[in-house]
């Protein structure tokens, strides 16, 4: 399993309007994408703070590589208007064995 993982600021006033694109635009975009496993988005507990988290799972490197290069580009675009700042993008490889049961309920 492969993450991409996201850092990134959206802009405090328009959170909740970007939390609605997200689950109303780009999940379904999300879910077309071949290896695509799941979205984990994080934002703080603290009111005031901008910066956010989201974890995107995918079943290989290439999946998500191939996201990347044919869809995230309209993603970004589609999120742009809520962002203080471009996202900060990083990859990882997920250690599925240490985290078993996580794994199957993703494959249940």
């Known amino acids: ?3 991409r993982i996201l850092d990134f600021e959206v802009k405090l006033e328009k959170k909740e309007e ?7 635009q780009i999940v379904p975009i999300l879910k077309k994408q071949v290896g695509f496993l ?3 988005p ?3 507990e603290r009111v005031n703070q901008e910066r956010a988290l ?6 290989t490197r290439s999946d998500a590589e191939r996201y990347e290069r044919d ?4 993603v970004l675009e589609i999120l742009k208007p809520f962002l203080s700042s471009i996202f900060e ?3 990882y ?3 599925s064995a240490i985290c078993e049961r996580f794994v199957e309920a993703l494959s249940a």
Do not use: C, D, S
Not at 18 to 24: D, E, H, M, R
Not at 54 to 59: E, G, H, K, R, S
């Open 38 to 40: 799941e979205i984990l």
């Open 54 to 59: 989201t974890i995107t799972l995918w079943t």
């Open 18 to 24: 970007f939390l609605k694109v997200l689950k109303n």
């Open 71 to 74: 869809t995230h580009p309209r």
């Open 89 to 91: 993008v990083k990859h």
């Open 93 to 95: 490889k997920l250690e």
């Open 42 to 44: 994080f934002f703080p």
């Open 1 to 3: 399993m492969f993450a």
